[in-house]
């Protein structure tokens, strides 16, 4: 059956739109014609950009990821627009412009956008529950680093006077510091202490309450959590993060996505070994780094994952170590996604099976 083509399935126009925190400078420009027919600046909140867009004639708009890209694409696609969050780091046009301006900005986007959306490497917006869920999560990362940070100064505060803590971890910090501290300092350091015994409160906190968060809205995660090393607080914020495992075609992609690919800048026969990208949310990538580190020390159980590593760490080299910990993070990164999208029990010694049926 043909589909019905109408006024609302036409795109019209292309629009950029350069969101700044309070304002949105506006381009478009007409798809036939390629002229701009208008231009202008739009306060940035709901009631300006409703009376613009919300009973205009489809549009394709694009911005830039940014702060508030999430809630204006998803205003945009209610009202019917075709919306593309452009990332500006891969648009060589805006990012190394020599006449960056907001003006010029949306006029480039708009363009771009008329001619081929490719070129503006668009990336996608979770929904609205997975962002709010995905912020308490990262609520709680905040909170975490805060109190690293607190007990890092009281400890160095404590060394300059040549008086040295207990070790213990972290959970129990404040109770032992409390009747550690050198008598000059402790007038000083007492209310970082406190402070930090009521950061252990509040993540003790937000762990039971995301706990069941993954439990009863994302039991996929329970899932992810048949590799060991892979804990709640990974799984969560694994699936917060990629939303929806259909997305990636090959879960082998999802290591790139993350940031754990190699960077490539092979030219002729010179192919020199870089880092990784570093691409994607930096927290997952470090969650998984961690539990990389867990599969490959002394307390992980025997796996394909952690023989993968040991025979890039037995390479040698000077960062041999840190190489393995990373190949097995990526790798654990495209065996979660397997997991997720398959829904298949977990064999931690496929390999060593597979040998086995095979012999």
Known sequence: MNEVITERTVVAAAVGLDLSDRRVQMAIVEMRSGQCVEEGRLALSQTALARRFASARRMRVVLEVGTHSPWVSRLLEAWGHEVLVANPRQVQLIAKSRRKTDRVDALVLARLARLDPELLHPIRHR????????????????????????????????????????????????????????????????????????????????????????????????????????????????????????RFSRSRTVGAYLGLTPRLEQSGSRNPQRGITKHGDPYLRTLLVQCAQYILGP???????????????????????????????????????????????????????DSELAA
Request: charged share 25%; net charge positive.
């Open 127 to 246: 929904s609205e529950g997975a962002q709010t869920d995905l912020a308490r999560v990262r609520v709680r990362a905040a909170l975490v680093r805060t109190r690293t940070a607190l007990i890092q100064h009281v400890r160095g505060a404590l060394k300059s006077l040549g008086y040295r803590l207990p070790s213990c971890s972290v959970e129990v910090f404040a109770r032992r510091a409390g009747s550690a501290l050198a008598p000059a300092l402790a007038p000083a350091l007492e209310p970082l202490v406190e402070t930090i015994e009521l950061l252990t409160r509040q993540i003790r906190l937000f762990d039971r309450t995301l706990e069941e968060l993954a439990r009863t809205k994302y039991p996929e995660t329970d899932c992810l959590r048949q590799v060991d090393g892979v804990g709640w607080l990974t799984a969560l914020t694994y699936v917060l993060t990629l939303e929806d495992a259909g």
């Open 299 to 353: 307390f992980g159980k025997p796996s394909d994952l952690r023989s993968h590593g040991q025979r890039i760490a037995e390479r040698g080299g000077a960062n041999a170590k840190k190489r393995a910990v990373i190949a097995v993070a990526r790798k654990l990164a495209v065996l979660l996604h397997h997991l997720w999208r398959s829904g298949a029990t977990y064999q931690p010694l496929r390999t060593q099976l």
